[in-house]
Nanobody, 115 residues
Framework: QVRLMESGGGLVQPGGSLRLSCATSGFNFNHDWMFWVRQAPGKELEWVAGMSLGSTEKEYADSVEGRFSISRDYASNTLYLQMNNLTPEDTALYYC????????RGQGTQVTVSS
C-alpha cells in the first residue's frame, strides 16, 4: 500500500523557516520523481518543487525559487522541503506527491505564515 505522510508544518512569522518531511512507503522511492505541491485557501492546487530520481535535477516554481529547497533521503525513503524567508503568501496545505499535479499525494501538513 502506497503511503505518503507529511509532517513539520506549523505557524511561523514572516521571514521564518520551516522544514517539511514526507515519510513514504509502498513504492520504489529510488525510482521516481517526487514533488511538493500546495493548496492555499480558496485556490487551486499549485506545484511547488520537484526532484528527479538520483537527485540530479531539482525544479522550483518561480514563487519559491531561491527560498525553498527540496531534498530526499534514500536510506529512510523521506522527502524534505526546506522553506526559508516565508511570506504570508506561502500559507497553504502542503502535500508531497508522486506526480507534479498532486493526484497521488498524502494528507498534507498545514503551513501558516502570520505575524
Amino acid at each position: 500500500q502506497v503511503r505518503l505522510m507529511e509532517s513539520g508544518g506549523g505557524l511561523v512569522q514572516p521571514g521564518g523557516s520551516l522544514r517539511l518531511s514526507c515519510a513514504t512507503s509502498g513504492f520504489n522511492f529510488n525510482h521516481d520523481w517526487m514533488f511538493w505541491v500546495r493548496q492555499a485557501p480558496g485556490k487551486e492546487l499549485e506545484w511547488v518543487a520537484g526532484m528527479s530520481l538520483g537527485s540530479t535535477e531539482k525544479e522550483y516554481a518561480d514563487s519559491v525559487e531561491g527560498r525553498f529547497s527540496i531534498s530526499r533521503d534514500y536510506a529512510s525513503n523521506t522527502l524534505y522541503l526546506q522553506m526559508n524567508n516565508l511570506t504570508p503568501e506561502d500559507t497553504a496545505l502542503y502535500y508531497c506527491a508522486r506526480d507534479s499535479k498532486g493526484t497521488l499525494r498524502g494528507q498534507g501538513t498545514q503551513v501558516t505564515v502570520s505575524s
